[in-house]
């Protein structure tokens, strides 16, 4: 019989819901985990919110304040799901309240917040789970199991992307994404965290990088603090500044010696969420897409007179695709990644091992992040390693300006 462990959440916006799932569905795909989710109380700004989680989503509690679900004797893990301005405060205090923390990234508007929040989840011995679940995706942990095996030999190139058009509309408000106060860095934190991770989970750590940045869209709609919890445009009114970039990109040095690049933008007209990876090696390669999350594309040179790529199929024997579909055809789907992420994170919790993505695996994407911001600043090649939290103060210098 599962022991029952108190969870919390704060902010119950799109991702605090899916947790929300995550939590009530794990049993359903994963029987044998020893923690059984009670879902004791929820935190939301907006009341309206907080009073829905606890008659729609089956908290048994709700309340205003975040601090309140952080103080709950009965909560023993928390989910934070709440904008980048609240992650250092809300991580921070709950690691130093013994709880276990599942968090969104960036994990703080600025790496140097991400760097605080791992001081404190390792000082005090809590276990943590980063909201880096592409990693999870079967058919990319088959591709990881494929490339340290060395099947499609050494590793010399790697492409990684995400482009994605939720903020492509000028029209699209001015929340708190687009400014240095609530958000931070803009696509450097929201979205190329996951190819920075995605490309050291798979490749290995990186050492070097050499960046660029621009703001297309410069301004947008003002709309009032708290207004929306999602993207959404506004017709007429004032027009503000836009604080963080738009678009950033840049080569990458493997300290194993492959090269590659990245990129990311959320003005890219086009793509919805094309977000993914192109590995090439000396004897093979393979590449793999998001918006084909059950597909991965397989080339390898072994001498059966094959020249091309092939698809491969989830099925059974990959990853955990088989707690979720019978067999190979039948798609996993985004909410399933969470699940995963969820079973991770409690089973972290009941024996006390670790397992990715973590705190540990955060701190070092945003290693890579805090070298390519600088690297925008300086417009030369930068080495990845320890932060002097330069980041945050050039962040408040530029105010939204390319680079």
């Known amino acids: 019989m599962a022991r029952e462990i108190g969870i919390g959440t704060v902010s119950l916006g799109w991702m605090g819901q899916l947790h929300t799932r995550a939590y009530r569905r794990l049993l359903d795909h994963y029987p044998e985990c020893e923690l059984r989710p009670r879902l004791v109380i929820a935190a939301d700004a907006v009341e309206e919110r907080a009073r829905d989680a606890a008659d729609r989503l089956g908290y048994e509690g709700w309340t205003t304040d975040w601090r309140e679900v952080v103080e709950h004797p009965e909560v023993e893990a928390v989910s934070i799901a709440a904008p980048n301005y609240l992650h250092r405060e809300v991580a921070v205090a709950a690691a130093r309240a013994g709880k276990h923390i599942w968090l969104e990234k960036p994990c703080g508007r600025y790496p140097s917040e991400t760097y605080d929040i791992g001081k404190a989840v390792g000082e005090a011995g809590v276990m943590s789970m980063i909201g880096l679940m592409y990693r999870h995706a079967p058919v990319v942990e088959y591709a990881k199991e494929i490339i340290a095996a060395g099947e499609i030999g050494e590793i010399t190139h790697y492409r990684g992307y995400f482009l994605a058009d939720y903020a492509a509309d000028p029209n699209g408000a001015l929340t708190w994404r687009y400014k240095l106060g609530g958000a931070g860095l803009g696509v450097l934190g929201d979205i190329m965290p996951h190819s920075v991770d995605m490309a050291q989970n798979l490749i290995g750590p990186i050492v070097g990088v050499s960046a660029q940045r621009e703001t297309f869209i410069r301004t947008r709609p003002e709309v009032p603090e708290g207004m929306g919890t999602g993207h959404f445009t506004v017709e ?37 969420v094309r977000n993914g990876f192109e590995v090439n090696g000396t004897r093979g390669a393979l590449s793999w897409d998001f918006q084909r999350l059950n597909e991965l594309e397989l080339y390898r040179t072994d001498g059966t007179g094959d020249r091309g790529y092939r698809t491969v199929y989830a099925a059974p024997g990959m990853g955990d695709f088989d707690r979720f579909q019978p067999g190979a055809g039948i798609s996993m789907g985004y909410d399933d990644l969470k699940v995963a992420e969820a079973e991770r994170f409690l089973s972290s919790i009941a024996d006390g091992r670790q397992r990715a993505a973590s705190i540990h695996e955060i701190v070092s994407t945003m290693r890579v992040v805090d070298a390519m911001e600088r690297s925008c600043e300086t417009g030369g090649w930068e080495r990845v390693g320890d932060s002097t939290g330069a980041t945050a103060a050039a962040g408040e210098r530029r105010a939204g300006g390319g680079a």
């Open 236 to 272: 007429g009114g004032t027009r503000g500044t836009v604080e963080n970039e738009d678009y950033a990109s840049g080569l990458v040095r493997f300290e194993n010696g492959a090269r590659g690049t990245m990129e990311s933008s959320r003005t890219c007209v086009g793509p919805h």
